[in-house]
């Protein structure tokens, strides 16, 4: 039970404040930790935001100096790292805050890496190795969410796309973790309710994907099953009728998922990201959309493993058979599509979806194999 009155501290490895109000303590920390100049790194909707803008009305208030950058694309890009870097160093900062989604906190985690390493920036792709490079000091980083989905706040990735291919890269390294985490259920309460839909179901994604790798960790295996109870009993009301409670069920379960998916995650993440790359599609929302499909594919011979699930979701002993179904229906009662015909896709996109997705690095960790002729039956089905 989570006690709403309550503010708490824990490792998993990152230090986290949680509750509501933390945010609060944020100039504080910059103080007593020596930094008076951070870079506040956000996306152009959330600045717009009231509590973006009170954020940072009270870190100047306390006498600390900020500037904002905020020049990124939905789905980010090389060019918006670079940018970020060069503003770091014109304004002379000593550290950064990442404040928002997914896309925010990847590209904050990203110019973290860029400010003191000179390489291209893709010279530093884990999928290549380049992991090893990344041997400097890096700033201070810290992360606070406004949404509950990619859990990246407690990431060491980012997932940055080139400009012209739209290839998505891994940046990786326990360098880019950030420091601390204040993760306040209050930032979350003005999401618009399909934000609040999509990026739930990219949390429920994330941990229904982890539980199902075929990787061996049995802690993450237990965190991604209190995750999905999580989300099971607080993303429709999060969505349709917020209250705090609901709105910090869902912040946890979004932790849990991105503590839980480095054991691994699967088919459901390789069919979204080319909808990213090719589309602009809302990470998210493209995880939603796919998601039910994936899971229908999966599920033959791995029945105990839905049959966990499904009592995690709230539907009962040995009901692994229903999972399918009760993905359609969430998506139904959060008014997210169940078609991918609904969201821009066309029979003429599945060729060059079908390849982007085989070459994705998500699906080597599916707990059965994936080839392209899998996902071009699968991007049918849900069209």
């Known amino acids: 039970m989570i006690e709403m009155k309550t503010t708490y501290s824990f490792n998993f490895p990152t230090p986290i404040r949680f509750g509501a109000g933390v945010i609060n303590e944020l100039g504080d920390y910059l103080k007593e930790n020596g930094l008076k100049r951070p870079l506040l790194v956000t996306d152009p909707n959330v600045a717009d ?13 306390q006498g600390l100096h900020t500037e904002v950058f905020q020049d990124m694309h939905k789905n980010p890009v090389k060019s918006d790292v670079i940018k970020g870097g060069d503003m ?19 590209v904050a985690r990203a110019i973290v890496l860029r400010v003191n390493h000179t390489h291209d920036l893709f010279d530093y792709d884990d ?7 990344v041997t400097e000091d890096v700033p201070h980083f810290i992360t606070v969410p406004t949404t509950a989905g990619t859990g990246s706040e407690v990431g060491r990735s980012a997932i940055i796309s080139e400009d012209v291919s739209k290839r998505k890269r891994i940046l990786f390294s326990p360098k880019l973790m950030a420091r601390i985490v204040f993760a306040d259920p209050h930032l979350t309460m003005e999401l618009p309710p399909f934000i609040t839909a999509a990026t739930g179901m990219d949390a429920l994604t994330h941990n229904l994907e982890a539980y199902l790798a075929k990787n061996f960790h049995p802690m993450c295996d237990g965190i991604a099953l209190e995750g999905m109870r999580l989300i099971a009993q607080s993303l429709e009301k999060a969505t349709k009728d917020p209250d705090v409670e609901s709105r910090a069920k869902m912040l946890l379960a979004s932790l849990m998922g991105a503590v839980a998916f480095q054991k691994g995650l699967g088919v459901v993440h390789s069919l979204a990201h080319p909808l990213s790359s090719l589309l602009d599609t809302h990470h998210g929302l493209a995880n939603a959309v796919n998601l039910p499909y994936g899971m229908k594919f999966n599920y033959d011979g791995f029945e105990n493993r839905f049959d966990s699930m499904a009592l995690a979701l709230g539907l009962g002993n040995s009901a692994g058979d229903k999972v399918v179904d009760y993905l359609f229906d969430l998506n139904g009662k959060l008014g997210l599509p169940v078609k991918l015909s609904e969201i821009g896709v066309k029979m003429e996109h599945i060729d060059e979806l079908s390849v982007l997705a085989e070459a994705d690095f998500c ?7 994936v080839i392209r002729e899998d996902f071009k039956s699968l991007y049918t089905e849900a069209l």
């Open 49 to 61: 935001l009231s509590f973006f803008k009170d954020i940072k009305k009270t870190l100047e208030r």
């Open 88 to 106: 770091y160093h014109q304004t002379q900062r000593d550290s950064i805050i990442g404040i928002g989604g997914g896309v925010a906190l990847d």
């Open 127 to 133: 999928l290549i190795g380049g992991d090893k490079y």
């Open 363 to 369: 699906h080597p960790n599916n707990p059965k194999p």
